[in-house]
T-cell receptor, first 115, second 111 residues
Framework: DTEVTQTPKHLVMGMTNKKSLKCEQH?????MYWYKQKAKKPPELMFV???????INESVPSRFSPECPNSSLLNLHLHALQPEDSALYLC??????????????FGPGTRLTVL | EDQVTQSPEALRLQEGESSSLNCSYT??????LFWYRQDPGKGPEFLFT???AGEEKEKERLKATLTKKESFLHITAPKPEDSATYLC????????????FGTGTRLKVLA
């Protein structure tokens, strides 16, 4: 199984709402990632979890809050977002949790619109 | 500064017209280079991993090659279904989990 799943596929929220994005993988990967992608731009790294611990936070605003309940699940909690946060949010996972380097597998993404 | 640059930014080909996409990098101590295909509104799909200069990988009409400074994605006799954005990515030095993505090449293959 080389699949990363994400829910929901689409999300529309107001600036005062609280919502969560969910990601799941069953490949036994030990690193999981959240990316943000704007139209015609490459993915931008937001957070990396390695062995369920936050490894990288690319100075992302606190209105985005990641959570890694276990090695298969990754959540992104959203609160008080701005219209400019509208984007495609991608989850990815990779096998390496140490010095090895392997490819990332991406989920289908959640299309987020903030009104 | 670590950087990944892709060219051209956009490419239109007739069906069957072969071409190459370029990915140039200035990352010291390359630990791998990855190619992805991304369809509009979807997540990137992994294509190839290249680890050392001289390495080549093939899949259907696609062939990826790697030198010490760049990688090429050769598309032979493309079909309309090959239309997509092609991204390359390079991992930063050991101890981080950050991958630098190129800006991508948007490929359109016309029937």
């Amino acid at each position: 199984d080389t699949e990363v799943t994400q829910t929901p596929k689409h999300l529309v929220m107001g600036m005062t709402n609280k919502k969560s994005l969910k990601c799941e993988q069953h490949m036994g990967h030990r690193a999981m990632y959240w990316y943000k992608q704007k139209a015609k731009k490459p993915p931008e790294l937001m957070f990396v979890y390695s062995y369920e611990k936050l490894s990288i936070n690319e100075s992302v605003p606190s209105r985005f809050s990641p959570e890694c309940p276990n090695s298969s699940l990754l959540n992104l909690h959203l609160h008080a977002l701005q219209p400019e946060d509208s984007a495609l949010y991608l989850c990815a996972s990779s096998q390496d949790g140490g010095s090895g380097v392997t490819e990332q597998f991406f989920g289908p993404g959640t299309r987020l619109t903030v009104l | 500064e670590d950087q990944v640059t892709q060219s051209p930014e956009a490419l239109r080909l007739q069906e069957g017209e072969s071409s190459s996409l370029n990915c140039s990098y200035t990352v010291s101590g390359l630990r791998g280079l990855f190619w992805y295909r991304q369809d509009p509104g979807k997540g990137p799909e992994f294509l190839f991993t290249l680890y050392s200069a001289g390495e080549e990988k093939e899949k259907e009409r696609l062939k990826a090659t790697l030198t010490k400074k760049e990688s090429f994605l050769h598309i032979t006799a493309p079909k309309p279904e090959d239309s997509a954005t092609y991204l390359c990515a390079v991992p930063l030095p050991s101890g981080t989990y950050k991958y630098i993505f190129g800006t991508g090449t948007r490929l359109k293959v016309l029937a």
